[in-house]
């Protein structure tokens, strides 16, 4: 059972673009929303999360929009650059279950 | 550099052996998650242990089966294996709930 569902698989974007990866989630008792950025041969490590009680929230490049109503959250990515290049997961959080999309491959073309 | 250290790296075995993975918490941290991840099943969650506790469970198989210690580190067993469990398993922690802190992985080949 796919409880976050996370797209595109992969992506690529020109150095400077913006990057958009999309999640959808099911459960409406999730209360925290990472995001994970993995480089090869690298464990997961935390970019940016939101609670539900917050529309948006951005740290540097990196914004996350959350639509409560939707059950849709999304991750953009400003000014890609080349170093931005990695594996990126989204997931929802009940309890002390985080639950991860599938992941999304970006690639940033220089 | 998260903090988090496990051992092995890497680790190749023949299916029906029996290994055993170990993590290091960072420094503070009472809870230890374990999460494998594989090109088809993406990271999923299989255990949580806080302060020597098991606290949550996923989708662990009765063949795998962990533990927290006393000074924190947790190890992970995997028993009978089968070469559907090669995967990257990651240990992450935390000081109780989010955010999780992830170890570089050990990569177990099951040949």
């Known amino acids: 059972q796919q409880q976050v569902k996370q797209s595109p698989q992969s992506l690529i974007v020109q150095k400077g673009g913006i990057s958009i990866i999309n999640c959808a989630y099911e459960n409406t008792a999730f209360d925290y929303f990472p995001w994970y950025q993995q480089f090869p041969g690298k464990g997961p490590a935390l970019l940016i999360a939101i609670r539900p009680d917050v529309s948006e929230k951005k740290e540097g490049r990196f914004t996350i929009s959350f639509n409560k109503s939707a059950k849709q959250f999304s991750l953009h990515i400003m000014d890609s650059q080349p170093g931005d290049s990695a594996t990126y997961f989204c997931?929802?959080?009940?309890?002390?279950?985080?639950?991860f999309g599938a992941g999304t491959i970006l690639r940033v073309k220089s | 550099d998260s903090g988090v250290t496990q051992t092995p790296k890497h680790l190749i075995t023949a299916t029906g052996q029996r290994v055993t993975l170990r993590c290091s918490p960072r420094?503070?941290?009472?809870?230890v998650y374990w999460y494998q991840q594989s090109l088809d099943q993406g990271l999923q969650f299989l255990i949580q242990y806080y302060n020597g506790e098991e606290r949550a469970k996923g989708n662990i198989l009765e063949r795998f089966s962990a533990q927290q210690f006393p000074d924190l580190h947790s190890e992970l067993n995997l028993s009978s294996l089968e070469l559907g469990d090669s995967a990257l398993y990651f240990c992450?922690?935390?000081?109780?709930?989010?955010?999780?802190?992830f170890g570089n992985g050990t990569r177990l080949t099951v040949t």
């Open positions: 992450a922690s935390s000081v109780g709930g989010s955010p999780l802190h």
């Open positions: 997931a929802a959080e009940r309890g002390n279950k985080l639950v």
């Open positions: 420094s503070g941290d009472l809870s």
